[in-house]
């Protein structure tokens, strides 16, 4: 497929609440395969659609267990908290400690409509945490501390 410019920081669609998918079409479809080749590309464990400037509730994640693609995914639980290094493909060169949730339940659509639900801990549940963050306008660094450059 192709492998998109990942939009930084700075730029307003950072900032946006993406909107819905109402529909799956083949260009969301595209989309999701876009999406997963550009973070292949970049070597991140995650990507959202507004990274790649486009204003649309979808997500990839592959933390080293295979490709999750998630269409209008939320966190429908949580509990526990835990600390533990963040970096991001739009904030490249910094690092930062961040407070997430230790475990998560998200729900969303896969690319054929169905809704399906994933239980996760560890750099999956922050992962899902993190990338769900973009597509409410928020960025790591809004939560860190201990900001820094990345080794």
Request: some cysteine; proline content about 5%; hydrophobic content about 40%.
């Amino acid at each position: 497929m192709a492998v998109f410019k990942i939009v930084e920081i700075g730029d307003p669609v950072l900032r946006q609440v993406a909107k819905p998918v109402k529909e799956i079409t083949p260009n969301i479809i595209k989309l999701l395969e876009n999406m997963a080749d550009t973070m292949y590309d970049a070597e991140g464990v995650g990507l959202a659609a507004p990274q790649i400037g486009i204003s649309k509730r979808v997500i990839v994640v592959d933390v080293g267990e295979g490709l999750i693609e998630l269409i209008n995914p939320e966190i429908i639980h949580c509990e526990g908290k835990e600390v533990a290094v963040e970096g991001c493909l739009s904030v490249p060169g910094k690092q930062g400690d961040v407070e997430r949730w230790a475990r998560v339940k998200v729900r969303g659509l896969n690319r054929q409509g169905e809704l399906v639900e994933y239980e996760a801990e560890g750099l999956l549940a922050r992962a899902f945490q993190h990338e769900i963050d973009h597509l409410d306008g928020i960025l790591y660094v809004d939560k860190a501390e201990n900001l820094r450059p990345s080794k």
